[in-house]
Nanobody
Framework: VQLQASGGGLVQPGGTLRLSCAASGRAYNSYILGWFRQTPGKAREFVAAVSFYGGRNGEKFYADSALGRFTVSGDDAGRTYYLEMNALNPGDTGIYYC??????????????????????WGQGTQVTVSS
């Protein structure tokens, strides 16, 4: 799978951005599409994820910092995925990556938060929140 993220940019605090992630190459029937953020000197941090099985959207997962402000979604048939980010603040600044992990999340498990569990990564897109 090849992934390409886009949609980043400079936005003022309180603003909105929608990131997109386009997939190509081999398609899978069961996977998690995750979004991670990375800032200088830090490991990639989980932001949000959505599961797909049999072409249908499944459960969505959010980091505490994203809950209520960000919305993750995707179109399995069109192989395009989105991260809608509202009420942005400077703490949201970073390089955002989309990634694919093969498999599904069992009830109560949180492995989707671990970047090491993801099999495929796209290049990042820079998001800068500043006045």
């Amino acid at each position: 799978v090849q992934l390409q993220a886009s949609g980043g940019g400079l936005v003022q605090p309180g603003g909105t951005l929608r990131l997109s992630c386009a997939a190509s190459g081999r398609a899978y029937n069961s996977y998690i599409l995750g979004w991670f953020r990375q800032t200088p000197g830090k490991a990639r941090e989980f932001v949000a994820a959505v599961s797909f099985y049999g072409g249908r959207n499944g459960e969505k997962f959010y980091a505490d910092s994203a809950l209520g402000r960000f919305t993750v979604s995707g179109d399995d048939a069109g192989r395009t995925y989105y991260l809608e980010m509202n009420a942005l603040n400077p703490g949201d600044t970073g390089i955002y990556y989309c990634a694919v992990a093969l498999g599904q999340v069992s009830s109560g498990r949180t492995w989707y938060k671990d970047s090491d569990e993801y099999n495929f990564w796209g290049q990042g897109t820079q998001v800068t929140v500043s006045s």
